[in-house]
């Protein structure tokens, strides 16, 4: 999902209109595939727009006179799909859209929330590669707009589309974007990852964007983590664990298999004992009770398992492959720096008002 952002004015939409030549571009490429759209004609413009991308609308554009399901069917209608078949269809994408049981109902039956699900499902009916989403929550009330945004999440994990997505709020940006342009005056900015455009703006314009921005929410864990002291099993024993563990300065190492799936951690001074015994099998050692994240996990949810954790949390992939290791101190660091800024910002804002 890629989110295009900015104030009123900045060319978001105009963007996002060149994509489907609703507005013509005046020079330049869109690409889809090796496609491009600029140069096709009105015959292919028109199937592109109706089997390559459809458009969802802020206002959502629905026919009042019809039913929902009527409203899905549409695209599929003028496209001179058989009858049963794009009821079929539409019905479908409107389970995918959770209005199940509402198929036959008007659009003035519905709260604003599920008439925009009913304009997702209209787009989603066609199975495009491509959808245009332009500010398409941004009509709804704010718990609405939360809960679509959330919807937009769960409906991505399953179809998978290409969405290029319209907003002027950083934050529905940052929580569903995958990577974000920051357009001002008609130029792009800057383009990242949420995390990248939080830790690293390009220029004031961007950082006066995100100054107000709880970071730790957006940054992960991927983010801070270190690498880990590791031994390998079954192929090393108690003396390389040692050998290891004092060549870094650290009195604990975490132990994978030769996948790099985590098996847990092992102490110094029983690595020392199980070498005195004689015993070459780190196995009885182990200790596999240890706090896990994924490299997902922003670092304030991370604060309750490293204030109760023993050793440094482990950053492992879906399949406990490691990946890391972040500690208490680079978690608190993190949060005070950001505490910090908050301060300052605070401050200023109170002696500003003092002033006044």
Do not use: W
């Amino acid at each position: 999902m890629f989110v295009i952002m900015g104030l009123s004015g900045s060319g978001k939409s105009t963007v996002l209109r060149c994509l489907n030549r609703l507005i013509e571009p005046t020079k330049g490429q869109v690409l889809i595939g090796d496609e491009d759209i600029t140069e096709v004609d009105k015959d292919r413009l028109l199937e592109m727009r109706r089997k390559k991308m459809s458009m969802v609308f802020q206002n959502f554009g629905l026919f009042p006179h019809r039913t929902v399901s009527e409203n899905v069917q549409y695209g599929l209608e003028i496209s001179g799909m058989d009858k049963d078949q794009r009821k079929k269809k539409a019905y479908e994408a409107i389970e995918k859209v959770g209005l199940k049981g509402y198929e036959e109902q008007k659009p003035d039956e519905l709260s604003g929330g599920m008439q925009q699900r009913v304009g997702l499902a209209r787009a989603l009916a066609n199975d495009p590669e491509i959808l245009l989403m332009d500010e398409a929550f941004s009509a709804l009330d704010p718990l609405i707009r939360a809960d679509m945004q959330d919807e937009l999440l769960e409906l991505q994990a399953e179809v998978h589309k290409t969405v290029v997505f319209i907003t002027h709020d950083l934050d529905e940006a940052l929580k569903i974007g995958d990577r974000i342009a920051i357009m001002k005056d008609g130029y792009v900015v800057q383009v990242g990852t949420p995390e990248e455009i939080l830790t690293n703006p390009a220029d004031d314009y961007v950082k006066a964007f995100v100054q107000n921005v709880d970071r730790t929410k957006i940054i992960t864990a991927q983010a801070i983590m270190r690498k880990a002291p590791t031994v390998q099993v079954p192929k090393d024993g108690p003396s390389v664990a040692i050998r290891n563990m004092e060549k870094v300065g650290v009195s604990t190492t975490y132990v994978v298999d030769e996948n790099r799936y985590l098996k847990g951690i092992v102490k110094i001074d029983d690595a020392i004992r199980l070498k005195e015994d004689g015993v070459k099998d780190l196995g009885e050692i182990i200790i596999s009770d240890i706090e896990v994240c994924g490299p997902e996990t922003p670092i304030n949810q991370l604060l309750p398992k490293a204030i109760e954790a023993k050793y440094p949390i482990a950053v492992i992939e879906d399949d406990s492959s490691l990946l890391g290791i972040v500690d208490r101190a680079t978690i608190m660091a993190e949060l005070n720096e950001n505490g910090l800024d908050t301060q300052k910002k605070e401050t200023k804002n109170n002696e500003e008002t003092t002033t006044s």
